[in-house]
């Protein structure tokens, strides 16, 4: 089973919703309504969904065929449910008919607004995180846990995803020495975590070879990345994120300072996993 960073960003309950204003459209407009954003259908036989209903089937030959984790494809599916919506809805009918309030629940649980003009908008844009297959991984639960924890606390809890952000760098680091066959002192501190992973991904400044990896610049970018996983493991130590007691809550923490905290541990995670996977990293050549 392949294991992915990954998380759908629209519910089956949701598409469910959409998909039965198909019902009452013809298979025409139905892929018309797709069509208009750049989607196409998938081949018959890769269907998943199984239904009588020749429109329910026609959208979800499409909608089988949408990235639901990328929010680039998300995007422009909420302009297809616009459509859909617009297609279907009687302007002649006052109120909100029982079929849109549902639709317009199911949207609010998955994170968008249904405006009164038919609209659909993020409540909160989605956090770029770790978008990678990682079955590749012996284990990785560890960094998966973190993740979810992360999307979870991002919007709504502010010292939860600090705190979730220095543990995401915590597992990619363990789990990174696990795959190396280094042994991990479970006692360790982030820093020493970070200095041996990188160490033994050629990774530091000291020991990167000749070419891109040894360049200046490239130097420069290894030396800032260190300084920016330590820098998340400290400012959750000094308080501001989840793990310690606090006779006082942190005053002034917001969102912002969340989405800074996440995207530079995603940013160190990612330069972890994508060393670790690359076939020519010079980590490989020094190994052999």
């Known amino acids: 089973m392949t294991v992915t960073a990954r998380r759908e960003l629209v519910s089956p309950a949701t598409l469910h919703a959409v998909r039965s ?8 407009i139905v892929a018309e309504l797709w069509e208009a954003h750049g989607f196409a259908p998938i081949p018959p036989e890769e269907l998943k969904y199984q239904d009588s209903g020749q429109r329910r089937t026609e959208f979800m030959l499409y909608a089988e065929g949408v990235n639901w984790s990328n929010p680039d ?7 297809v449910f616009e459509d859909f919506i617009r297609e279907y809805r009687d302007p002649s009918q006052p109120g909100t008919p029982k079929w849109l309030e549902d639709i317009r629940v199911r949207l609010e649980r ?6 009164g003009s038919g609209r659909i908008s993020w409540q909160r844009p989605p956090v770029r995180l770790l978008d990678r297959d990682l079955s590749t991984l012996s284990d990785s639960s560890g960094i998966v846990v973190e993740l979810e924890r992360i999307r979870r606390d991002l919007s709504t809890d502010p010292h939860g995803a600090i705190g979730a952000a220095k543990q995401l760098i915590e597992a990619t680091a363990k789990t990174a020495l696990r795959e190396l066959g280094i042994e991990i002192d479970k006692n360790a501190a982030v820093p020493a975590l970070v200095n041996t992973v990188q160490k033994a991904l050629k ?10 990896d040894g360049s200046k610049a ?3 970018i290894l030396s800032g990345s260190v300084n920016i996983a330590v820098g998340v493991a400290e400012l959750r130590n000094q308080g501001f994120g989840s793990g310690h007691g606090q006779a006082s809550a942190p005053s002034g923490l917001g969102v912002r300072h969340a989405r800074l905290t996440v995207n530079a541990a995603v940013t160190w995670c990612e330069l972890i996993l994508d060393t670790l ?10 190994t052999t």
Do not use: C, M
């Open 73 to 79: 494809h998300v995007l422009r599916a909420l302009l």
């Open 110 to 115: 998955d994170g968008f607004l249904l405006e």
């Open 277 to 286: 996977a690359d076939p020519a990293a010079p980590w490989r050549k020094a």
């Open 21 to 28: 204003l198909a019902t009452d459209l013809t298979i025409r």
């Open 218 to 220: 490239v130097k420069k």
């Open 203 to 212: 990774l530091d400044a000291a020991s990167a070879p000749d070419g891109p």
